[in-house]
């Protein structure tokens, strides 16, 4: 079962806003990581941050965690058409477990 | 920076046939290997983990028998679907993660979209 719930499910914003996308989890965490997925092909790692950590930034990204909220936002500043794809949170949850287990996803379009 | 290799990127076949996929780690040893199936517009989901040299560990749900894993080396994991259906035309996709902990990101391959007609 899914366990991460992307919200919102779909954002258009024009090039240059920031894009916000947010992440609810239900279970305990090791740690959450987000990636990018362009359509029909794989999947990127952008940024991982463990459940000891509260922010992480690498380059126009901005990822925060609230666990006693069970929550994380991704934040992606000054966007560009590129950024165009599809954003998605997983989570492992630790104990010996390598197991990720993914949210549905937000899909971002970045209009020229 | 660690690269996961899928292949082939896309397949057509007749119903009641077999298909496999591979999944190679090209500059990393990957004890372990994830499989997942991804229907259109919707998220990742898993359907077992592959682990180098025992038994793949497969979700509540999915048929050991019609998804059969080999994880043969520490390089190489292949998912075959055996005796396909239209039904199980889905893109699925690999994942390993390098040796180190749970605490780093995994690597994917590109994806493979299965078509059976």
């Known amino acids: 079962s899914q366990q991460g719930e992307e919200d919102p499910q779909a954002l258009s914003i024009q090039e240059g806003e920031n894009a916000t996308m947010n992440c609810s989890y239900k279970?305990?965490?090791?740690?959450l990581q987000w990636y990018r997925q362009n359509s029909g092909r794989g999947l990127v790692h952008l940024i991982l941050?463990?459940?000891?950590?509260r922010e992480k930034h690498s380059g126009r990204l901005r990822v925060t965690l609230d666990t006693s909220k069970k929550s994380s936002s991704l934040l992606i500043t000054a966007s560009r058409a590129a950024d165009t794809a599809s954003y998605f949170c997983a989570t492992n949850s630790g104990a010996g477990s390598y197991q990720l287990t993914f949210g549905k996803g937000t899909k971002l379009s970045v209009i020229p | 920076g660690a690269v996961v290799s899928q292949h082939p990127s896309w397949v057509i076949c007749k119903s009641g046939t077999s298909v496999k996929i591979e999944c190679r780690s090209l500059d990393f040893q990957a004890t372990t290997m994830f499989w997942y199936r991804q229907f259109p517009k919707q998220s990742l989901m898993l359907m077992a983990t592959s682990n180098e040299g025992s038994k793949a560990t497969y979700e509540q749900g999915v048929e050991k028998d019609k998804f059969l894993i080999n994880h043969a080396s520490l390089t190489l994991s292949t998912l075959t679907v055996t005796s396909a259906h239209p039904e199980d035309s889905s893109f699925y996709i690999c994942s390993a993660r390098q040796t180190g902990g749970a605490n780093y990101g995994y690597t994917f391959g590109s994806g493979t979209r299965l078509t059976v007609v």
């Open positions: 941050i463990r459940s000891n950590e």
């Open positions: 279970t305990s965490i090791n740690n």
